[in-house]
């Protein structure tokens, strides 16, 4: 009889792990506490429109390791359309200034270098950084799995990209364009708004365009939710069993040996093994009640920061918008919306580009701004309820400033608070990315297996600082990858 594998969470990680386990020949079940897979990469409607809650840009949607995952696991099949798009952001000041991000890295240099020729040689330098990022490859192999001949191998390549890492790996942001020495005051205004504020790694920023301009990181139309679907589908053609509507309350233990998971609802499912790809919190202090810790694992809940959570505002308008930016981000500081002071201004993507995202002639716009989970954490039914309202208000004014006279077209307002994530998801604090990539955690990723207990695995976002929906995928498949090894099995990835 083939061994079991219950994995909890059916976010991107847990159908990751779930697609491998099917296809290695497991008894595989996913426990989803929601009613639909996909986790953070979701999509929901509302009169016709789709609001898309999460992709933008998928590293991997032309080659490498990372795309060898999104075949794998169906995420791009022959139907997939991906799209490039030419312009990464544009951003804006109050006064209607405009700065653009192009996707490319040549046709940002020739841009910066006309906006400001007296950075020449700092611009060229932040562009080399930036070609170099984009010789990093990732790995296929679980870290556990290689051998120091799979890192030899590599070097040659990665050489360029070491130094990046090397030079810059311990820099925030603002260390890094203090270092560059920028002139420009648009330059350093813009640079400073959008990433100088926080302890935001260099790596980070440095690496942002690197994908974009190997046009490696594209759009897939449909968005988020047939993306998950692609992969639930690809789970019970291959016998996987998904249970919605279930949530596991604790991870029954024996012997420090994994034996199962006890359900809200009272009910246990036995297992020989059992993945988390579920909130890495939620796993680690409440499920295993903090009973297997590392030193690595106890400082980064407790010195790592987390993502501020989100607010997203969806408008359905009765009206077709083009736009040639895929995100606009308006940067001024000092704006409200509803309790909310905008420390990083606020982000607008009209989906124009995607015809699935509203009826004909009409479009979805969707506008996000960060806001701290303080102040969301205890916020009564009531005080709720009145914060949503002001929000809908205030967000259509900021919409209004972008696009002059669209409000008498907007049909649909739609508001997700971070409560919203934290009740359908489970995220710590609404944190939707899990740790936040800053100069001294970039480098650093916990490890999938726990000290002292046997046959307990975790994927998922919490493992990797930054999170997004490639090391998702990663390491539900590395986890696999793992328990083959146990079980002294060979790895098979195509099915
Ligand atoms: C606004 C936004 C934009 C983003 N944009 C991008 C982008 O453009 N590109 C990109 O790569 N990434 C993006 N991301 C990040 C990406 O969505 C996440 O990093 C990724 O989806 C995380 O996947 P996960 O499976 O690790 O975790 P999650 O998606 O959080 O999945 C965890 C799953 O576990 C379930 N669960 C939790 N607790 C339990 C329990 N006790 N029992 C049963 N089930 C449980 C949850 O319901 C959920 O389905 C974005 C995220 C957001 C929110």
């Known amino acids: 009889m083939s061994k079991k594998v219950v994995i909890i969470g059916g976010g991107i990680a847990g159908l990751s792990a779930g697609i491998y386990s099917a296809m290695n020949g497991f008894e595989t079940e996913i426990i989803e506490m929601h009613d639909v897979a996909g986790g953070q990469c979701t999509a929901w409607d509302r009169k016709g429109y789709r609001f898309d809650y999460c992709l933008h840009w998928l590293v991997g949607t032309s080659k490498g390791a990372f795309h060898e995952i999104w075949k ?6 022959n139907e997939t359309e991906i799209i490039d798009h030419k312009i990464h952001s544009r951003i804006l000041d109050n006064d209607g200034n405009e ?7 040549d046709r940002w240099e020739k841009y910066l270098i006309e906006l400001a020729p007296e950075d020449e040689a700092s611009i060229k330098q932040m562009c080399k950084d930036m070609r170099k990022s984009a010789l990093l490859e990732p790995f296929a192999l679980a870290p556990e799995l290689r051998s120091p001949w799979d890192y030899i191998r590599i070097l040659p390549q990665m050489m360029p990209v070491f130094n990046v890492i090397r030079k810059f790996g311990r820099m925030t942001c603002q260390e890094y364009f203090d270092k560059l020495n920028f002139k420009s005051q648009k330059i ?27 046009k490696n990181a594209g759009y897939i139309k449909g968005g988020s939710f047939p993306l998950a679907q692609r992969m639930v589908e690809k789970f019970e053609k291959l016998g996987g069993k998904l249970s919605y509507k279930k949530r596991v309350e604790k991870i029954i233990v024996e012997n420090n040996v994994v034996k199962g998971v006890l359900l809200t609802d009272g009910t246990t499912i036995q297992a020989d093994f059992v993945i988390s790809a579920a909130d890495g919190y939620s796993t680690i202090f409440r ?7 590392s030193k690595e694992i106890d400082f980064a809940y407790k010195n790592w920061e987390l993502f501020t959570p989100i607010v997203q505002v ?14 606009i ?24 580009y995607d015809s699935t995202m509203a009826p004909e002639g009409k479009t979805t716009i969707v506008l996000r701004f960060d806001s701290p989970w303080k102040l969301w954490e205890n916020m009564d039914a009531t005080a709720y309820k009145a914060e949503k309202l002001q929000i809908k208000k205030d967000a259509t004014v900021c919409l209004e400033k972008i696009y002059p006279g669209i409000t008498e077209y907007i049909e649909v307002i739609d508001v997700a608070t971070p409560k919203t994530d934290v009740k359908y998801t489970g995220v710590k604090d609404g944190a939707y990315e899990g740790f936040m990539p800053s ?37 539900g498949k590395w986890t696999v990858q793992l328990i083959c090894k146990k079980e002294k099995k060979p790895f098979v990835s195509n099915k």
């Open 439 to 475: 100069k001294d955690n970039m480098m650093k990723s916990l490890k999938m297996q726990l000290p002292g207990l046997q046959n307990f695995y975790m994927a998922g976002q919490w493992l990797f600082p930054g999170g997004g929906l490639p090391p998702s995928a990663q390491t």
């Open 329 to 352: 981000i308006n940067i001024t500081k000092g704006l409200t919306i509803g309790k909310t002071m905008l420390d990083n201004g606020y982000s607008v993507m009209n989906y124009a």
């Open 287 to 293: 499920m295993l009640d903090a009973k297997y810790m």
């Open 188 to 214: 350093k205004s813009v640079f400073f708004s959008l990433y100088g504020n926080r302890d935001f790694s260099a790596l980070a920023f440095i690496f942002m365009l690197g994908w974009f301009n190997q």
């Open 314 to 327: 969806s408008f359905g308008v009765k009206k077709d918008i083009p736009s040639e930016f895929p995100i």
């Open 99 to 105: 700065f653009i991000i192009y996707s490319n890295i």
């Open 72 to 77: 794998e696991t169906n995420v791009i099949n």
